[in-house]
């Protein structure tokens, strides 16, 4: 049935204008429920102060992403067995590279308004997104399905990116990556926005995006692609100009 | 002359929808959240944009609002909507004894469905159970949850409203005449005390619709019922998938993204901050989704949580309706400046905000129509881009 | 504060040489400027070597004896390392910058370094055996 595990869960908190600390919880857990869990708990049963963003529980809506032991996560659909032990420890912070609100919950405005800035789409239809089990007589054009695009705009990406670390004006993994979903040939005026120094041309191939992304964008293959859509753009003006 | 003010407690479905309302009639909004937008039941929704198909046999109130209301949402907030229609299958000899009643239950509330072959159902599905006896396509869809409330939340902000997430309602401040006349609050990100003072106070806290109330010493007959969802790889279905029977458990599977969402059951609880999830509910949806889609069975799960809809129609459980209501504290007890919506369904937030934003007018003698009909939302990032 | 509030600084660039919480891809990224900057002190080195040299065969004989001794032998060693791999790993870069590989570079990335081992191994041995 369901076991039950001793862990202490190591939350940063920081209310406005303190420096971040950690408060530790000792708590029971089920290793098969999920790290948002043992936080909602600490929230509801331990310490009614703390604040962290939290809606869909279902890695839908991108709001609950947070560092757990170091490593940039969903908290969702983290099982706590697979980032700790019993009598183990659970580090909970914010993401990085975001203002902190407050204790878990950061202020991703800087990400919504670069979004915005390329015209990410957050509907397209299905024939540009990626199916998951096609069925093998179905034509996608013919049934003209509207997808939700698969980046979920959680900021794990921005947070786990070196380059973003040091740099508030790099646009970052998931403004390129939708940049790239829309592609130049759609909108051609990103090109004097994702083609600068602090666009495509800031990512210096970590490939930590990729690695923490939980929902399939791949946003370092999408940098390095829009790179070449970038420089088969510049090629061609130069032989359109001769 | 100065705005009225309005202070709306609860940043789910309901509070920004009002608050997009009332700033569209000229109100001074103050929204207030102890957590962020759609913290509570809101942002766990199931995320079926009902065709009211569903209802159209038992609760033919709530069907057609459905109905009335996808389209309009259609309309308004397609950033937020996969509009790829639903289906309703019927697997085994007690689904098509239904058939009838759903049939003439979607006539009678204007619902469009087309009934086709099984053939034709597994052409366009291929996942769903190759044993089921018919189907019929409806207008159902997805909609992203936190991403519809942001829609509303944008457009409220860009007509004035302001946003004050963190930010919790530890009593309600009543004058000498037993009216509410705003809200004693606490900014929990800043541990900041401070009061909002406002002409009316419209409790939009959903479940929690009963704690707000009795800080006025009223009493709101809300039924807590919660209901688990949980979330399986890969998306196996590229539309809303629905049994053919009469509503119960884990009924409806719904694609979201890369996976499916099988929802749901129905029970009450008295604590309401947290619902743990429970393994026997989560068993009920492994099998049912299964009987659904075969597929479910060896899927790996990708979540599963608990949601607490906020029922106040009478009767138990399943039994109840799923309409909204809204009560003028004046009425109910004698408490003016208080106002409560409560109980509904996702897909009808707007329909909700109309009512109550009505109630709010008639209250202040203000005469101001509602207009959300006919206002496209702005895109959800817009929230976290207009300033506070 | 002096984190800024958790955002992006300038200042924190020690936070590229952190590798808790990375991934194979942050290692290499690690990997690439430590040896980046190895190499640059290298550099630094050599060319003051080479301002000594100019002084004519004493200084030059001088020198030499100095570099015959193991422990300079290793930091030359080093300085083969650091090129090999910030090498070998360029041209992974190089690559996945130009969209070959992308989904690979994991991979790439290992395969390179056991290269790298190699020719470190084999440079070691033949620099030891000459010395």
């Known amino acids: 049935m369901s076991q039950k595990w001793n862990i202490t869960l190591k939350v940063s908190r920081q209310k406005a204008g303190e420096t971040p600390h950690f408060d530790e919880y000792k708590m029971e857990v089920d290793p098969d429920e999920y790290v948002l869990d043992a936080v909602e708990r600490v929230w509801a049963f331990m310490d009614r102060s703390l604040c962290y963003r939290h809606a869909c529980h279902h890695s839908t809506c991108g709001a609950c992403g947070m560092r757990v032991n170091d490593v940039e996560k969903l908290t969702c659909i983290t099982f706590i067995r697979d980032v700790t032990h019993n009598a183990g420890t659970l580090k909970v912070e914010p993401l990085r590279n975001f203002p902190v609100i407050s204790d878990l919950a950061v202020d991703m405005g800087s990400l919504y308004s670069r979004l915005e800035e390329i015209g990410a789409r957050s509907v397209l239809p299905a024939t540009e997104a990626e199916i998951e089990n096609p069925p093998s007589k179905w034509d996608p054009a013919d049934q003209q399905y509207i997808r939700l695009a698969d980046c979920l705009e959680c900021g794990l990406c921005i947070s786990a990116c070196p380059s973003a670390a040091t740099s508030s004006d790099y646009l970052g993994p998931a403004v390129l990556a939708g940049a790239q979903a829309n592609g130049l040939k759609r909108n051609p005026e990103l090109l004097e926005i994702v083609d600068t120094e602090d666009g495509v041309w800031r990512c210096h191939s970590a490939f930590e995006c990729t690695a923490v992304c939980p929902s399939f964008v791949d946003p370092a293959r999408r940098i390095m692609n829009l790179r070449s859509q970038i420089i088969k753009e510049r090629f061609g003006n130069l032989f359109r100009k001769a | ?388 | 504060m002096d984190n800024n509030n958790n955002q992006p600084t300038p200042g924190k660039f020690w936070t590229w040489f952190n590798p808790i919480g990375r991934q194979t891809g942050g290692w290499a990224f690690i990997l690439n400027r430590i040896t980046a900057l190895g190499l640059l002190f290298y550099l630094s080195l050599h060319l003051i070597v080479l301002g000594q040299l100019a002084k004519g065969p004493a200084g030059y004989d001088g020198f030499v004896a100095l570099m015959r001794n193991p422990i300079s032998i290793i930091g030359e060693l080093l300085v083969v390392a650091a090129g090999i791999i910030h090498g070998l790993n360029g041209i992974r870069i190089f690559l996945t910058t130009f969209g070959i590989g992308v989904t690979l570079q994991k991979q790439l990335f290992y395969t390179l370094m056991a290269l790298a081992l190699i020719i470190i191994l084999v440079f070691g041995l033949r620099m030891f055996t000459a010395a």
């Open chain 2, 1 to 388: 002359m100065s705005k009225p003010q309005a202070i709306i407690v609860g940043a789910g479905f309901t509070g920004t929808a009002t608050a997009h309302d009332l700033a569209l009639r000229g109100f001074d909004v103050t929204v207030i959240d102890r957590g962020d937008i759609c913290n509570g039941t809101s942002g766990r929704t199931h995320g079926l944009l009902h065709c009211g198909g569903r209802y159209a046999v038992k609760d033919q109130e709530s069907a057609i609002e459905c109905i009335d209301e996808n389209i309009l949402l259609r309309k308004i907030a397609p950033m937020a909507i996969e509009p790829n229609g639903g289906m309703f299958i019927a697997l085994n000899e007690s689904d098509m004894q239904y058939r009838e009643d759903f049939i003439s239950g979607c006539q009678a509330c204007h619902i469009p469905i087309d009934e086709i072959t099984p053939q034709q159902a597994l052409a366009l599905e291929p996942n769903i159970n190759p044993k089921l006896l018919t189907a019929f396509l409806v207008p159902d869809g997805t909609f992203d949850p936190l991403r519809l409330a942001l829609s509303f939340a944008a457009s409220a902000k860009k007509n004035g409203a302001r946003f004050r997430t963190f930010t919790e309602a530890k009593s309600l401040i009543m004058n000498g005449k037993g009216a509410v006349s705003g809200v004693n609050v606490v900014n929990r990100a800043t541990n900041q005390k401070y009061e909002l003072r406002a002409d009316i106070v419209v409790n939009a806290t959903g479940a929690w619709a009963g704690e707000i109330a009795e800080m006025a010493g009223s009493i709101v007959q809300v039924k807590p019922t919660p209901g688990v969802m949980v979330a399986y790889e890969p998306r196996f279905v590229q539309r809303a998938l629905n049994r053919l029977n009469k509503p119960g458990d884990g009924d409806i599977v719904l694609p979201q993204r890369r996976m499916v969402v099988v929802g749901t059951t129905s029970f009450e609880v008295n604590e309401l901050d947290y619902v743990p999830v429970l393994e026997e509910h989560v068993k009920i949806m492994l099998e049912r989704g299964a009987e659904l889609i075969p597929g479910i069975k060896h899927a790996k799960m990708r979540g599963k949580y608990m949601a607490t809809r906020p029922l106040i129609g009478g009767g138990m459980g399943r039994g109840s309706a799923r309409t909204f209501k809204c009560f003028d504290h004046k009425e109910t007890d004698n408490v003016e400046g208080l106002v409560t919506i409560t109980g509904g369904k996702a897909t009808t937030l707007r329909a909700m905000a109309e009512k109550t934003a009505d109630v709010v007018c008639e209250k202040l003698g203000i005469h101001s129509a509602c207009v959300t009909k006919d206002v496209p939302l702005l895109s959800y990032r817009q929230y976290y881009v207009l300033p506070n």
